[in-house]
């Protein structure tokens, strides 16, 4: 199994960026994006989990800007990030588990299993 992050650079304030996430060698239940600055901790930035029916979930500060989606027949998720503000640079991190997990449960790093490399997003004022 492997996660391979893509899609960061470098844009201004305002501005927009549409990150990936392929997965190889499985349909994940749970997979999410999360992000780290320097100097502080793996921070959750959203989730899709499937239950029956997708199901997304946000940080507070993201929400309204940011858009978690996924398809199945590529095995890709998507992070499409509008009017970025300069705290929303960071590495993002694209990650899944096999694991239906509990709500509560999507925003911890310990929560999952398989972790992509990070895809740096630099935004300029």
């Known amino acids: 199994v492997q996660l391979q992050a893509f899609g960061g650079g470098l844009v201004q304030a305002g501005g927009s960026l549409t990150l990936s996430c392929a997965a190889s060698g499985r349909l994940f239940n749970t997979m999410a994006w999360f992000r780290q600055a320097p100097g502080k901790e793996r921070d959750f930035v959203a989730a899709t989990r499937w239950t029956g029916a997708l199901h997304q979930y946000y940080k507070d500060t993201v929400k309204g800007r940011f858009t978690i989606s996924r398809d199945n027949v590529k095995n890709l998720v998507y992070l499409q990030m509008n009017s970025l503000k300069a705290e929303d640079a960071a590495i993002y991190c694209c990650?899944?588990?096999?694991?239906?997990?509990?709500?509560?449960?999507?925003?911890?790093?310990?929560?999952?299993?398989?972790w992509g490399q990070g895809t740096q997003v630099t935004v300029s004022s």
């Open positions: 990650a899944a588990t096999q694991s239906r997990l509990i709500s509560s449960s999507l925003y911890g790093v310990g929560s999952y299993d398989y």
